[in-house]
């Protein structure tokens, strides 16, 4: 996960109306903060999560150089990635945005992506969760964040889970009301295309978007999530293509933004492809009519490398890293595939390069700790590991694999330690619990302060369970 802050003084030329008091006195940005770390936790119960860490890199910093354009003020407080192949995106109270993979694949170019993007931005800057419970005089806060989670566990991870969540008939009635009115989707579409226009994006993109998917869709007996719950219109279509139009010729796409929209469009096709002789006769058709296309040269090239034929697939990534070595999704990719190559040395060396100029990187660090478990160096990958753990303590993929490399380690204490946060994080504090006190018996008589430390931190998450039952 991460933290991004906003400007402080982002402009508002929409002549919105004033979020003034009406939603803060029943829904206050700290309980929307609240309310985000309740549904970060089910979610991460509920769903599968991506553990691309490259496609985490990019959806991350693709949301941070976006929300400088946007009408945003609050901090996000994180980025979710939901593995599923299926076309989604949502907004949650606190500032928190997710995505399916899907999304990166239906969406043909970078342009189309952020506007979906820039569509949830605007929900969350303009706080329609608040202002529909403001105007809905819901019940109380514990109610919205179970039908907070039950429609948003359904919207990123499909119906059958939603649908368990809500188990009542009367949940499924009120979940009804947690779905942004017309109004508000009309004004989220606004908004978004004017952060598109600031960052210098095509805002013809959204109708785009809106219309394949009107068409692809069409005919199917249930539409995908995001249609559910972001339902279309022929009305508000034809509303995004005039304030589109309204904003002139649109600029090309930066070539580069392209290209790395592309890296990563092909690393969550290729996530769910279970044939990699298929994809590389696919990706060297394409190149036959486009040779010098460098993400059809990076399809095939990890196409090839899945298909065990390293040596042509550094051949062609390697191309890629040339055009930028300064590039921490290039510099990544040129990684990996040494990485499964087997060729760590090299990667270890290419890895240390990169980390001298961006020593926290989040992809480099946790490829870095990989190249060093495929060399049997686990100490020194668990160093690593604990390093993003401080950097990125919400984050449950690096709780996970601390705890698996604590243990081929042999630290039993950390070993615990680490699962005891990747289950807190996941929504289960007993579990939690139950690693701290092993922790904490390994450690009796020894050291004193992890000793009092842990008993500090069992006797807070007792108090974290009793408070939410009550």
């Known amino acids: 996960m991460v933290s991004l802050m906003m400007p402080a003084t982002a402009s508002n030329p929409h002549n919105l109306p004033s979020l003034g008091d009406g939603s803060s006195s029943i829904v206050s940005p700290q309980m929307e903060a609240q309310i985000g770390s309740v549904f970060l936790k ?13 496609i985490q890199y990019y959806v991350e910093q693709h949301i941070r150089n976006l929300a400088q354009y946007s009408d945003m003020r609050q901090p996000l407080q994180a980025v979710v990635v939901v593995d599923n192949p299926n076309i989604n995106a949502f907004a949650a109270p606190g500032g928190i945005i997710g995505i ?68 009542t008939a009367q949940a499924i009635g009120q979940s009804n009301q947690l779905r942004f009115s017309r109004e508000r989707e009309q004004e989220a579409d606004r908004v978004g295309l004017s952060t598109l226009v600031r960052a ?13 998917m009107q068409q692809a ?51 969550a096709q290729q996530n769910y492809s279970d044939n990699p002789a298929f994809d590389v006769a696919n990706f060297r058709k394409s190149l036959t009519r486009a040779p010098n296309d460098l993400a059809m040269k990076y399809g095939l090239a990890l196409a090839l490398s899945r298909d065990d034929q390293h040596d042509e697939a550094l051949q062609l990534v390697e191309e890629l890293y040339e055009r930028n070595p300064q590039s921490v999704l290039y510099v990544g990719a040129y990684a990996e595939l040494l990485i499964n190559a087997e060729r760590t040395e090299q990667a270890n060396e290419l890895l240390g390069r990169a ?13 870095h700790a990989q190249a060093l478990i495929a060399d049997q160096e686990y100490a020194g990958a668990e ?37 005891a946060e990747f289950f807190y994080l996941n929504g289960a504090p007993h579990r939690a619990i139950q690693h701290l006190e092993y922790a904490k018996n390994l ?11 842990l008993t500090q931190r069992i006797q807070n998450l007792r108090t974290e369970i009793r408070a939410t039952r009550g």
């Open 100 to 167: 399916n993979l899907g999304l990166l694949i239906y969406a043909e170019d970078v342009a189309e992506y952020s506007s979906v993007i820039a569509h949830e931005m605007a929900h969350l800057s303009q706080r329609h969760f608040a202002r529909g419970i403001q105007a809905q005089q819901a019940a109380s806060v514990p109610t919205m964040i179970g039908l907070l989670a039950a429609v948003l566990v359904g919207a990123a991870g499909g119906s059958d889970a939603g649908l368990a969540a809500l188990t």
């Open 383 to 419: 160093r690593i590991y604990k390093q993003i753990s401080r950097q990125r303590p919400h984050d449950p993929l690096v709780w996970f694999e601390l705890a698996e490399t604590s243990g081929l380690a042999g630290n039993v204490v950390d070993v615990h330690l680490a699962r």
């Open 217 to 267: 869709y069409r005919f199917t007996k249930r539409p995908p999530e995001f249609l559910l719950t972001h339902p279309l219109s022929e009305s508000r279509i034809s509303d995004a293509k005039n304030q589109a139009r309204s904003y002139g010729e649109a600029k090309p796409i930066d070539p580069t933004l392209a290209l790395d929209y592309q890296i990563a469009r092909i690393r």
């Open 355 to 367: 980390l001298t100029f961006y020593p926290d990187s989040y992809p480099l660090s946790m490829l």
């Open 443 to 453: 450690v009796a008589g020894g050291n004193r302060q992890l000793h009092a430390k």
């Open 200 to 212: 210098d994006i095509d805002p013809n993109a959204m109708a785009r978007m809106f219309e394949r």
């Open 42 to 54: 089910q979610i991460n119960a509920a769903l599968p999560m991506a553990d691309d860490v490259l």
